[in-house]
């Protein structure tokens, strides 16, 4: 069964920094665009930003840029999406969800990882 | 980068059809044919519905189906059930080489 898996809940303090993950079998994300989407409560979806499948190019939503990284281990199947400079406007739920070569849709998520910022 | 335009909300009786609209610019939905439609129930994950504007992915009902003119993409559903009591999520690939969600429909069956 394919299945990307994310990680835990996270609690933050304002002005932190937090490291989400986001691991799938090698099959699942070779090849594959891995995308950050996050959803505020009560709020429509808003792409985040995405990681190329070699890991070596990267686009971010204009208003994220400076603060928010994606990287990619391919020795382990594992994207990282780390976001600094927390507020409490970055509470949501974070997905991550594959883009399989190049074909410009998102058919595969994982379950999601809730953020809370609160001080 | 600013939402795409959707209505907040769309209703229908079971049987009938509805249609859903999302209005980019011409720098996403006028410029690609990369629309994507989701479907999101509550408290879930979404689901891919619709893509590259009119394609449905195997499983999703030909009851859904998604068409573009100009800056604005469209889906229908036809033969309105309860199961697609939902939110519905227009996205666009655009020429920044990003993406951007439309602002949701819930979509209600009387």
């Known amino acids: 069964q394919v299945q990307v898996v994310q990680s835990g809940a996270e609690v933050k303090k304002p002005g932190a920094s937090v490291k989400l993950s986001c691991k799938a079998s090698?099959?699942?994300?070779?090849?594959?665009?891995i995308h950050w989407v996050r959803q505020a409560p009560g709020q429509w979806l808003e792409w985040v930003g995405l990681?190329?499948?070699?890991?070596?190019?990267?686009y971010y939503a204009q208003k994220f840029q400076g603060r928010l990284t994606v990287t990619r281990d391919t020795s382990t199947t594992t994207v990282y999406m780390e976001l600094r400079s927390l507020t409490s406007e970055d509470t949501a739920v974070y997905y991550c969800?594959?883009?399989?070569?190049?074909?410009?849709?998102?058919?595969?998520w994982g379950q999601g990882t809730l953020v809370i910022v609160s001080s | 980068q600013s939402p795409l335009t959707q209505p907040a909300s769309v209703s229908g009786s079971p049987g009938q059809s509805i249609t859903i609209s999302c209005t980019g610019t011409g720098s996403d939905v006028g410029a690609y044919s990369y629309v994507s439609w989701y479907q999101q129930h509550p408290n879930k994950v979404p689901k891919l519905m619709i893509y590259g504007v009119n394609n449905r992915p195997s499983g999703v009902s030909n009851r859904f189906s998604g068409s573009k003119s100009g800056n604005t993409a469209s889906l229908s559903i036809s033969g309105l059930q309860a199961e697609d009591e939902a939110d519905y999520y227009c996205?666009?690939?655009?020429?920044?080489?990003?993406?951007?969600f439309g602002t949701g429909t819930k979509v209600t069956v009387l």
């Open positions: 990681i190329s499948p070699g890991g070596d190019i990267t």
């Open positions: 996205c666009s690939h655009t020429n920044s080489h990003t993406y951007v």
């Open positions: 969800a594959r883009e399989y070569s190049g074909s410009f849709q998102f058919d595969l």
């Open positions: 090698a099959d699942t994300f070779t090849n594959a665009y």
